[in-house]
């Protein structure tokens, strides 16, 4: 049976933030959430093989480079 959930005082910048995450992955609000929420609850674990595939779409060759893609990451948030 599913419940329905509210959450107040949402800040506008996080709307904004979650707006554009939507469009980016064609989905509603309500969608982006509910899939944001089963992700946190219970990740999908990748296979050595899926993890590998990964690593090599992002182009990753030494761990130096990882370690600067994260980086870039933090800090433009």
Do not use: C, F
Request: positive net charge; hydrophobic residues 40%; charged residues 35%.
């Amino acid at each position: 049976m599913a419940v329905t959930l509210t959450i107040k005082r949402v800040p506008e910048e996080l709307v904004r933030k979650l707006r554009r995450r939507a469009a980016r992955h064609h989905r509603s609000i309500q969608g982006e959430l509910l899939t944001l929420l089963e992700d946190a609850i219970s990740p999908r674990e990748l296979s050595i093989g899926e993890l590998h595939s990964e690593i090599q779409a992002l182009g990753l060759r030494t761990p130096a480079e990882s370690v600067r893609m994260i980086r870039e990451d933090r800090d433009a948030r």
